[in-house]
């Protein structure tokens, strides 16, 4: 049974005014609304909440500048790691501390962008998304410029935690603000798309890194990030706007958030989602923290040649982003891309645990790299589908669902992060063997609490 209609929601009140005329031409409202009870809503879904149910999302043509700006904030988080990476052999010997200890300011980072997701999230649907956003950017710029002039590991660490915690606005919002202006398979399109601006980041962030190791220390490349939350700061200030509306605001405090989230999680299909797109992070984050020491360290790699390699895997995620968003999406059930992405990064993972552990004799650098290739690849039609479905599921609580979302992957990425050192620098067998594992658990999670099969099964039922 399906109602449709037409609604249209006030962007010009005190709290979602629209912050100049350029603003007001990039974004134009379109309304057109549709609430059919899907068979993928339905299968095995407990109310979350026991709230009013809310109005249809609304679609929106949304310009390019404000395209642009929600890239660039998804961008936070990989300009925050991937720039660091090729100084943390140099963090290691200018701050006197073991590569375990250093990876630290990865995992605090990490954590931080974790848990401030779930402060963050429902701070947004309580406040709209522009006021939380502006803060934490704020935050981020002072956190990171003290971390440019920490005198110890300890210190460092703990900024890090600061710069993870203020940075988890950019990302939760960003994906809340998808939410709001998109549904369906409108709304995994144009998380492709912004795989495609944010996969940018990882490209040249680690070039950047280290081209600033040949001028200066890795103090600089922390000078850079401050320049980079400022820039972002004021171009978020100016140009993006706010885009949840008074009236479908939640009015509650931290009891109704905790309320929220609990009956999200009691949706058996939304976790299954959450946990599959939160270890398939984690498979790729054991990669993020383990490959300096794995191609500097084992196979002697220069900052730069590591900068080139990273970069050029980067490539491979943008690329196939693209192939998920533009061809596969919307001509193919977003389950079985999300199967076939399982499927690529556990055959990669279990092939770099072979070759790190000698059963194909001494192996250089390419083939490592070939693998790590293929899996980092693959994440783009894992990590952009998983969101989709899994926020498909809640129209009520965008921001807390999409903090939810990021929460689960960021911690499962920092617990996986220490394990990849656990054996020293001179092996790349824990790092596979963390891929690997995680990958699993991805697939298990998939199968056991998804159930795809079944979605589909329903949604053939309801179809005859």
């Known amino acids: ?142 956190a990171t410029a003290v971390c440019a002039f920490a005198p110890t590991i300890e210190l460092l660490v703990a900024f890090r935690l600061l710069q993870g915690l203020a940075g988890a606005a950019g990302i939760v919002i960003a994906r809340a603000v998808v939410r709001d202006l998109y549904d369906g398979v409108d709304m995994a399109r144009f998380f492709s798309t912004l795989m495609l601006i944010s996969g940018v980041a990882p490209i040249i962030a680690p070039l950047i890194g280290g081209q600033v190791l040949r001028i200066t220390d890795w103090r600089g490349v922390f000078y850079i990030l401050t320049a980079v939350g400022v820039v972002l700061t004021v171009v978020v200030w100016r140009m993006l706007p706010e885009t949840l509306a008074p009236e479908h605001r939640h009015s509650g405090g931290t009891v109704e958030a905790l309320r929220t989230m609990r009956g999200l999680l009691a949706d058996r299909v939304f976790t299954g989602y959450m946990l599959t797109g939160g270890f398939a992070f984690a498979a790729l984050f054991a990669y993020i923290s383990a490959s300096p020491f794995v191609v500097q360290e084992i196979y002697g790699a220069s900052p730069q040649t590591y900068s080139i390699l990273f970069g050029v895997n980067s490539i491979g995620l943008v690329a196939v982003g693209q192939i998920n968003g533009k061809l596969l999406v919307g ?90 050192g656990i054996a020293g620098e001179h092996t790349a067998v824990p790092m596979a063997v963390v891929q690997l594992a995680c990958s699993l658990v991805a697939v298990g999670c998939f199968v056991g609490l998804c159930r795809p099969w079944r979605i589909q099964a329903d949604a053939k039922g309801v179809a005859s």
């Open 1 to 142: 049974m399906s109602e449709r209609g037409r609604t249209t929601r006030d962007q010009d009140g005190p709290e979602g005014h629209i912050p100049s005329a350029a603003v007001a031409e990039a974004v134009t409202e379109t309304v057109n609304e549709e609430t059919a009870t899907g068979a993928a809503a339905t299968a095995d879904a407990v109310p979350p909440v026991p709230l009013p149910v809310p109005p249809p999302t609304a679609r929106r043509s949304v310009g390019l500048l404000v395209t642009l700006v929600l890239g660039g904030l998804t961008a936070v988080p990989p300009l925050s790691m991937d720039m660091y990476l090729p100084a943390l052999p140099e963090v290691t010997d200018a701050l006197h501390a073991s590569a375990a200890t250093v990876q630290l300011t990865l995992t605090s980072c990490l954590a931080g962008m974790a848990l401030g997701q779930l402060v963050v999230g429902p701070m947004s649907d309580k406040w709209g998304r522009r006021r939380p956003l502006i803060a934490g950017l704020l935050v981020y710029i002072v």
């Open 331 to 420: 001509r193919v059930s977003l389950d079985k891309v999300l199967s076939v992405g399982l499927a690529i990064i556990t055959t990669a993972s279990a092939a770099l645990l072979l070759m790190a552990s000698g059963v194909f004799g001494e192996v250089g650098l390419v083939p490592i790299a070939v693998g790590l290739f293929v899996l980092m690849s693959a994440m783009t039609l894992c990590m952009p589908n998983t969101n989709a479905l899994a926020l498909m599921r809640t129209r009520h609580a965008a921001g807390s669902a999409s903090a939810l979302l990021g929460t689960s992957s960021f911690l499962v990425g920092a617990l996986a992060t220490p394990l990849v």
